[in-house]
């Protein structure tokens, strides 16, 4: 698997001078399987600059759409993103079990009017939603798993197989808080055991989380005790504040980094970017 990050900004996009280094387009990433399927998590505004990758490079045609849940930062790019309104383009969109039957309905809504001036039904672009409830998906010889999250209004994260390499997405998913139908903490922790690559929501500090306790979203040391605890190799903070600049985050992973220390542990901290490019 090969995985870029198209955008890793929460809540809203905040672009800038002062955080032009970790990015201010709101939660995409895509995903390349060993034979060249692409996957694409979330239609944040990240996917708008993917869309344009794509027609550059000329495909491919068939385009793997998972989404984890239907806040705003995780579907306002889906509008702008070019291949959608492009004849040849196919366009499969996946979901947790739960919201699949309602998979067409967080697309096309972006772009009911008087919000968007383009209705989704003149789209171009071929489109198949899963709406069957089993409890993984197969695509290729990757096994995708969908996580429920600790969140407001419920989401999924994913966990990706291949070739014996294991990546886990967990975006907006709050450790130590109890959201109805989350998971008990620990379950998270052996979900993630012995992971490959975590790219886990870090958007609080333990101070700013005094006031958003419960918002849906985890603070930088309760993602390290995660990593830590579930052994992981490589742990990436992501859906990162639109508050924090690029010297604050910088400053966060390197009070991540301490902890770990701290603990003996062997996990591999960095703040995703925009632009990153992992290969496992």
């Known amino acids: ?30 995903v390349r399987l060993e034979d060249g399927t692409l996957l694409v998590i979330d239609a944040g505004t990240g996917i708008r600059c993917l869309g344009n990758a794509i027609l550059k490079a000329g495909g491919p045609k068939t385009i793997y759409l998972l989404l984890t849940h239907a806040h705003w930062d995780h579907l306002q790019g889906f509008p702008f993103f070019v291949p959608a309104y492009m004849e040849g383009y196919n366009i499969s969109v996946r979901g947790g079990p739960q919201v699949r039957k309602y998979l067409e309905a967080f697309l096309a809504h972006q772009m009911d009017p008087p919000y968007f001036p383009v209705p989704f039904r003149d789209l171009k672009a071929k489109f198949d939603f899963q709406k069957e409830n089993g409890s993984s998906m ?15 209004n419920g989401g999924y994260g994913y966990k990706f197989q291949e070739s014996g390499k294991t990546f886990v997405f967990l975006t907006d998913n709050e450790i130590g808080f109890d959201h109805p139908g989350g998971l008990p903490d620990g379950e998270y922790v052996d979900l993630c055991r012995n992971t490959d690559l975590l ?19 985890s603070t930088f040391k309760a993602v ?21 600049m690029d010297e604050d985050l910088d400053r966060h992973v390197e009070v991540c980094r301490r902890r770990i220390s701290r603990k003996k542990s062997q996990v591999e901290c960095f703040g995703t970017k925009e632009g990153m490019e992992i290969s496992l």
């Open 1 to 30: 698997m090969n995985i870029k990050i198209w955008g890793c900004r929460g809540s809203i996009p905040s672009p800038g001078c002062d955080t032009s280094e970790y990015g201010g387009n709101t939660t995409c990433v895509e």
């Open 138 to 152: 197969t695509i290729g010889d990757t096994r995708i798993l969908p996580i429920v999250l600790k969140h407001p």
């Open 224 to 244: 390290t005790d995660l990593a830590i605890a579930a052994r992981v190799r490589r742990l990436g903070i992501f859906h990162h504040d639109p508050r924090h």
């Open 199 to 217: 790219l886990h929501d870090g958007q609080y500090t333990e101070e700013e989380y005094r006031i958003t306790r419960g918002w849906g979203h």
